[in-house]
């Protein structure tokens, strides 16, 4: 394991994606763990992460010199950069010389680990107020800009290493090599963790953890809770079953995807719980979107819970009991929530559908050290089908929060028609990376008046809402080619009934959401 320690930006997680995709497996800890515990997990290599802060602030982080002495391999960057000067006896100033953004960086190639063979002039991402005008004692100066005459240093030695940039950047030409050239050469590390050795770790875990007992698994149709499935279905077989509720309120071809696609590649034995007419029923009226997600949620919470109970039920008869509950939680949510145990033991709602209440699970979280990535390349490892493992967001109430107004079936078809077009001629255009996702909305309580062969029309438009965006938090709207948007709108306008307009919502976020309710 590499270690990388995070001083507070939101540099850690993308240093130890770098890590991983230099096939070496790497794990973020707080800056606030004790220098002993971190060497109690015998890293391989550290590495310290840059931050916000002055190392001359009051109440900055500091870190331990101890971690320098272990004799385990350390790389600093940025801020982790002038921690480790300032405690190696290096001088670090706030002389002014501040840089920020692209900026040019000469490197001396020659005896230098980190740099050999990549270019004298690259250019490097920097974003620090504090310099280094002095290296500490027994380290070799490798780099320097017109501002800073100490921007990396190394001590083949001790293996410990600097740069003051970010490497892990896109925007530092050489970065990934110089990151590599420190695992591979300065901590003598190698590429062995890939895709395939997750999988085969993972599967013997999960075997050794479940055991002959049974387990069961809700999909949803989303990438993770697929990749979830996959991953215990190959290491327990029909020990797992898993769960799907059809709620009707689906994409076209969403619940055929997983009935035929994801149990032809997996051989999951799968419960598929026809819920369509319960959840319109539960939704006639209902304008409100709130009220539309409350109603979804709790009618979907209902039929889940009765579809474990009679696999409960069946599986008490051959007397081995569910004792696991499968949850495709990510690393990025393990990391957020301050890196919890994993030992947590959740309690099914057991105030509706009967479920008895000493009724308790134990969690398998295959995809708890996984980024969203390496998510997808397990998915394709597992092979699944390419539709699943690069499918986009979708949000759990589905098309019922994309249909302004009451949602009925024929709104639903309607929509899912409009729906099944925007997303084959974005894929066709080869989009699908581009955008983070594109609901489609109808506006089923607005008519225009058109005129569509030679009579007048009045219909309902469709609404576009295509965004780039890396979390969700935030977003923008996608500048799709006129082209496309012209093919979407012709095709829904001419094969949609109902329909005579399309709109594209040009709206960032915030201040609109990405979805419309
Ligand atoms: P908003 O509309 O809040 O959406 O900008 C942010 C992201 O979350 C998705 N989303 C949901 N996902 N259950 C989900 O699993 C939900 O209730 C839900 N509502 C929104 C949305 O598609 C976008 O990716």
Not at 274 to 296: C, N, S, W, Y
Request: aromatic share 6%; net charge negative; proline share 5%.
């Amino acid at each position: 394991t590499v270690l990388v320690v995070d001083f507070g930006a939101q540099y850690a997680q993308l240093i130890a994606r770098r890590v991983r995709e230099a096939r070496v497996y790497s794990e973020i800890v707080p800056h606030s763990m004790p220098v002993s515990e971190m060497l109690a997990k015998n890293p391989k290599a550290i590495i310290l992460s840059g931050g916000p802060s002055s190392v001359y602030e009051p109440g900055a982080p500091t870190v331990d010199k101890a971690l320098f002495e272990a004799g385990v391999p350390v790389f600093g960057m940025c801020y982790g950069f002038q921690l480790m000067a300032t405690a190696l006896g290096g001088t670090v100033d706030n002389s002014g010389a501040r840089e920020y953004g692209r900026t040019p960086l000469a490197v001396s190639q020659t005896g230098s680990t980190l740099f050999e063979g990549t270019p004298a002039q690259q250019s490097v991402w920097m974003s620090h107020g504090d310099a280094c005008s002095a290296a500490p004692e027994g380290f070799i100066v490798s780099a320097s800009t017109g501002v800073v005459p100490v921007a990396a240093f190394e001590n083949d030695a001790k293996r410990l290493y600097g740069v003051q940039y970010h490497p892990e950047v896109m925007h530092s030409t050489h970065g990934q090599q110089v990151l590599e050239h420190f695992l591979y050469r300065g901590a003598g590390l190698a590429p062995t963790w890939t895709t395939h050795n997750v999988v085969e770790e993972q599967v013997a875990a999960i075997r050794a953890q479940v055991g002959t007992k049974r387990a069961i698994c809700g999909l949803s149709g989303g990438v993770d809770s697929a990749v979830a499935a996959a991953l215990v279905a190959r290491a327990i077989g029909d020990q797992l079953t898993c769960v799907y509720v059809d709620h009707g309120l689906m994409r076209k071809g969403e619940t055929e995807q997983v009935e035929k696609d994801f149990v032809a590649a997996t051989g999951v034995k799968l419960k598929v719980v026809d819920a369509e007419e319960r959840f319109l029923t539960a939704l006639a009226g209902v304008t409100d979107p709130e009220e539309k997600r409350k109603i979804i949620g709790r009618e979907f919470i209902r039929v889940f819970e009765q579809a474990q109970l009679e696999i409960i039920a069946e599986a008490g008869a051959t007397g081995e009991p569910v004792e696991f509950l499968v949850q495709g939680t990510l690393y990025p949510d393990v990391v957020e929530s301050g890196g919890g145990s994993g030992t947590a033991n959740i309690k099914s709602h057991h105030n509706v559908g009967g479920l008895p209440e000493d009724l308790e699970f134990k969690l398998i979280e295959p995809l708890r050290k996984l980024f969203k990535d390496e998510v997808r390349m397990v998915g394709q490892e597992l092979g699944l089908p390419e539709e699943i493992v690069q499918r986009q967001p979708f949000p759990g109430p589905g098309l019922g929060i994309r249909i302004v107004g009451e949602v009925t079936k024929d709104r639903l078809d309607l929509l899912r028609e409009a729906d099944a077009i925007a997303r084959a001629e974005l894929t066709a255009a080869g989009l699908d990376r581009e955008i983070w996702q594109c609901p489609v909305v109808l506006l089923a309580d607005v008519r225009s008046v058109g005129v569509q062969g030679d009579g007048r029309t009045y219909g309902h438009p469709i609404v576009l809402r295509p965004v780039s965006s890396e979390d969700a938090m935030t977003a923008d709207w996608s500048r799709l080619p006129y082209e496309v948007l012209e093919k979407i709108s012709t095709r829904i306008t001419n094969e949609v009934r109902d329909v005579n307009r399309v709109v594209v919502d040009v709206t960032s976020k915030p201040p609109g959401t990405i979805e419309w309710e």
